[in-house]
Structures are given as structure tokens and as C-alpha cells.
């Protein structure tokens, strides 16, 4: 019998990429305190029937795109993958600015792209030798990235990025240092809508952000993913909010009917540090206030944002591959 892979002994872990998109650079950084990894990997098998081969089953099997991705949440410390799927970090002292890059910027670590790129190592470890499963994903880009603030319950962020390549190895797993930072909790975070003005009725409360990443498959001899490419960003919000007089109607009439824009923020404050997610032209594009029989009346409704930009202090040196 042989040994069994316990959850107990999985990690995942990232790499920065520079110079050359998928290709890492300097040493395994630690994600925050991870909750679980998916990895989709598809291989794409085709089947072909074609005449002449007298028969109802499949006369050969071809083999086509190599697609690979996955979704991974955890509890943040730190808000480089929120880095990731904006696309530019600046490293102050004792902040990083997080602002947006489109089509026509350069990347610093690797100039051909707009997104930074990054490395997965994702291990699940047992006793015997030689028998570790190691899976590294080679050339990930943030697809999609959301931040999920709801009431009484840990912040949480979750990713889903695309990938070039995976690489399987049965060796030793690259060890990081966990952090033991507490993580964000529900009840150091505040919503201002417009900014400036701290709402104390929201429940729940969602930031996506969209990158819409086109997997590139040219007339190249080769199945794999030759680059990432980002296509339109969007930016939605989800919110819940417990009706209240003081700004029900404002929200309703003023910003839903009348079509008023506003800015809002999202603030983060605990031992980890604090970020302030800084949300500009925003809309409200839908939303539902039901009348239930008993309990709150809660209006919830979509928010979609022009512009994003971010404010973030903690003890990190560098959100940055160097």
C-alpha cells in the first residue's frame, strides 16, 4: 500500500517572472494563508470519425490545445496579486500605489507585457522518498481577481489566472517561511460611498476584476500557449446593503434611477496593515429591493467602476520581483 497525500501537507507558493514571459526569477514568495488550489489542465483530446473506416467508433484520437489555469483562494496579508491584476506596482517607502496599466505600457519585468507574470509551485508531500507530487505553472497571468468582504467572516481573495505550461516532478518541495500575520477581518474593513462618507449598513460587498486574457494558439508548430494576452478590463461590485434612511434613497433615486456617478472606497485597516481601494466613475447598474414578509429589507445592487487605483501600507520591502 502506498502512502497517502494528506491535505495537511499541500502548499502552494509563487514566483515572480522577469526578462523572458514564463520564465522565474529569484525565490519562492509566500501567497498568503491559502485555503485551497483548483488547477484545471486540458488537454483538449479530439475525437475524429471520418469515412471510409466502416465503423460507429472512433477511427483516431488527435491531440489539441494545451490549456491550463486554475482558481486559488486564500486569506490575504498582502495585496500583490491585487497588484498583479492591475498591472502597475510603485514601491515607496513604507507604501506601494497600485494603478492601472493598459495596451500601450510596458511591463518592468518582462517589457513585452502589460501584466506582470508569475510561477506556481503547487506540492502535495508525503513521507517517502521520492514520491512528493510537484506541479509548477510556468507563465500565469491574473484573469480574474476578487476581493470578498462580507459580515462576520475573514476577508477573502480569490484568483483565477491562465498559465503557459505545467511541469510535473516527484522531488523536494521549495520550503517558504509562513507569515503569521493575522489577515484582514470583515471587522477592519469600511465602505465610503461616495468616498469620504463611511457606510455602517453594507453586509456584503465583492470587488471583481476582469482581465479577460486571450490565449494565444498561432500557426507555430507548437499546442502550447505562446502568450497571454489581456483584452478589455471590467470592474464589478456586488453589495448588499441593509436598507437605511439615511442613504436608501439616495442610493435608489439619485445614483440608480437618475443615473448619478460617484466615487467610493474601500478601507482596510489591521495588524497586517492597510490598503485603500480607491473606486472612481462609478455606476449603479442594477438593483433589486425586495419586500419580504419579516426580517430587514436589504437593497442589493451592481457597481461598475471606470477607474481603480490603490493605496497600500504594510511592512512588505517590494511588491516587485527586485
Known sequence: M?????GDQNFLSFQFESGTYASPSGARQWIGLCQDHSPEEVVNVEQVRYQGNYSRGIGIFTDGKLENGGTFNYYPQDFKFLGFAIGSVQNLTGSH??????????NYAVASQSLQSFTLEDSKRTAATGSNFIRTYNGCMVDTFKLRLSEGEIVNCEVGYKAQSVVYSSGTVTTVTARTTKPYMWSNTRIHMPSGTPMTNCTTFDFTVNNNLESRFPLNGSRTVEQLVPLNRDYSVDATFLMDSANANTFYNTYYKEGGSFNAMIELKATAGSAFIIMSGCRITDMTVPSPVEGLT?????????????????????????
Open 2 to 6: 502506498g502512502y497517502k497525500y494528506i
Open 97 to 106: 500605489l497600485i494603478t492601472e496599466t493598459n495596451s500601450n505600457n510596458t
Open 298 to 322: 436589504e437593497q442589493t445592487f451592481t457597481i461598475i467602476p471606470t477607474n481603480v487605483a490603490i493605496d497600500v501600507y504594510d511592512t512588505i520591502g517590494s511588491y516587485s520581483a527586485w
